[in-house]
Structure formats: C-alpha cells, structure tokens
C-alpha cells in the first residue's frame, strides 16, 4: 500500500484534482482495493474537510483499507515524495540565492510582482469598491491594518459588517 501511495505521490503535480485518474488507476484499476465509488465519495469527503483535499482524501482511503495504520501508510507514501523534493529545491534555492545574479533576478522579480499585485487590486477594487459604505469599509479596514490589528479578525469584522449592511438593505427594501 505504502509503495502504491508512494507512486501517486510521485505523479500527484498540479493540485488535489489530479489525484483522482491516479487514484482511478493504481488503487480500483490495477490493484482492485477499492470502487471508483469509493474513490469519488472519498473525495468528495477530502473537499469538505480543512485541509488538503489530496491528502484527506488518501486519508480516508488508507483508513478504509487498513484504518489507522493504513491511513497513515498511505498519507507517508503520498507525502514522502513532494517532501524530498522540496528539501531538495530548498538546499538548491539556497546556492542560488547567494549568487549574485540570482539576487539580481529576485531583484527584478519583485519589482514585477508589485506591478501584478497593483493590477490584480486595481480589478478587485473595481468589483469591490461600488458605493459610499464598500469604500467605508474598505478605509476602515486599511486603517485598522495600519496598526496591526490581525488579519482574521479583519475578515471576521468585514464579514460582520457586510451582513450587517446587507441586512439593513434588505430591511428598507420591505
């Protein structure tokens, strides 16, 4: 099982939407574990659940075919591979980081960061921003940023206010 989930782990590139076909093949095709069922309901369940739907579901997976030990398995044999892989390119972003052309092309990769950052504002804003309490709200909270009030309660307290509003709105509709 720790080999199977192994490979999945090895093949898993491009988020927890790919996991399926793998899962499709290596665990219901070739090896016969488990239903293609269960593979979707499996799923579905690793979406609904915080985490990364990947390993949630390999989670639920390795639980159904071995409960804890086998969910543990599975979930050391998904991980193993992407986990070496990122000591790998940590230790070799590291050498890199110190060259002096690299620093000269995170340099220049900032600056074009910014820029992206701006353009992807400049469109929320233009969806966000509509009226005279959106534009209330977003200076509060920008001022509230100001002095470090954290960023959770700062979606909590829009989300409330937000609610708030739209419920006053809807109140003065009826």
Do not use: H
Request: with cysteine; hydrophobic share 60%; glycine share 6%.
């Amino acid at each position: 099982m720790f080999l199977s989930f192994l490979k999945i782990g090895t093949l898993l590139l491009g988020g927890g939407y790919v996991i399926v076909p793998l899962l499709m093949n290596e665990l219901v095709e070739k090896n016969n574990w488990i239903t293609k069922e269960d593979v979707v309901d499996f799923y579905a369940l690793g979406q609904c659940v915080p985490g990364i739907i990947a390993a949630n579901t390999t989670l639920f997976i390795g639980y159904k075919l071995r409960k804890k030990t086998g969910a543990i398995i599975a979930f050391l044999g998904l991980i193993l591979p992407p986990f070496i892989a990122i000591v790998f390119l940590a230790t070799l972003l590291m050498k890199l980081a110190q060259n002096p052309i690299m620093v000269d092309v995170f340099w220049g990769v900032n600056v074009a960061i910014v820029i992206l950052l701006f353009l992807a504002v400049k469109e929320v804003w233009k969806s966000s921003i509509v009226d005279r309490f959106t534009l209330f709200l977003f200076l509060l909270i920008l001022a509230l940023s100001v002095f470090r009030v954290s960023p959770s309660i700062l979606i909590i307290f829009s989300a409330i206010l937000g609610i708030l509003y739209k419920l006053k709105i809807r109140k003065e509709e009826f």
